[in-house]
């Protein structure tokens, strides 16, 4: 149980461009899910909390126009990084929670967006 | 931001040897949550601790909530190569918290 899925696994795109990514979780319902940005070597990084039917939570620092967050059913939330350019390239993470525990996040695979 | 001091950074050992890590914090946690995460992938989780003093085992792996709350220790026994990876130690500070606090992790290389 509590399988997280990620879409597309990997990217590449045109900077000046938009990307969307789809997190979904596939065999429970999850009323918040999170986006996290991690950069080679290094430990994950929050950018925003995702909950369903309402306006994402940002972290400090991360542009809520250039990453923009949708949470529009109980599985499925997306991230949308808008005119991405080279310095969004990174690796891209969500996780979400199950009803029963709001301190456990399971994580997708994660997209590796590469803009060029 | 609040930190968890994960150590070793990196271990290098032979197959088949046990291994340890621990995560230790100034503050109280009320979670403790253990994920390995291989390359390419998002993290998995392996064990997760919700009491101070619990144990818990998942085949070769044991984890402990620190009595203290402020620590918790991960042991891997009798290491395989598919154990490779790196492994990160994540928390809650309070009760009700849904942001979770990250170790840097442990990079963990196995020669066989």
């Known amino acids: 149980g509590a399988v997280v899925s990620q879409h597309p696994s990997w990217v590449i795109c045109k900077s000046g461009t938009s990307v969307k990514i789809e997190c979904r979780s596939l065999?429970?319902?999850?009323?918040?899910m999170f986006w996290y940005r991690q950069f080679p070597k290094q430990s994950l990084m929050l950018m925003a909390t995702s909950n369903e039917g309402s306006k994402a939570t940002y972290e400090q620092g991360v542009e809520k126009d250039k990453f923009l967050i949708n949470h529009a059913s109980l599985t499925l939330s997306t991230l949308t990084v808008t005119s991405a350019h080279p310095e969004d390239s990174s690796f891209y993470i969500c996780?979400?929670?199950?009803?029963?525990?709001?301190?456990?996040?399971?994580f997708g695979p994660g997209t590796r967006l590469t803009v060029l | 931001g609040q930190q968890l001091n994960q150590s070793p950074q990196s271990m290098f050992i032979q197959e088949g040897e046990d291994v340890s890590m621990n995560c230790t914090s100034s503050s109280i946690f009320n979670t403790w949550l253990w994920y390995k995460q291989d390359p390419g992938e998002g993290p998995v989780l392996l064990i997760a601790?919700?009491?101070?003093?619990e144990l818990t085992s998942n085949g070769r792996l044991t984890a402990q909530f620190g009595i203290t709350r402020k620590d918790s220790f991960l042991n891997i026994s009798a290491s395989i190569p598919s154990d490779v990876g790196i492994y990160f130690c994540?928390?809650?500070?309070?009760?009700?918290?849904?942001?979770?606090?990250f170790g840097q992790g442990t990079r963990l290389t196995i020669n066989p």
């Open positions: 996780s979400a929670m199950t009803s029963g525990r709001t301190d456990t996040q399971y």
């Open positions: 601790l919700y009491k101070a003093g």
């Open positions: 994540a928390g809650t500070l309070i009760q009700g918290a849904q942001k979770l606090v």
């Open positions: 065999d429970f319902q999850a009323t918040t």
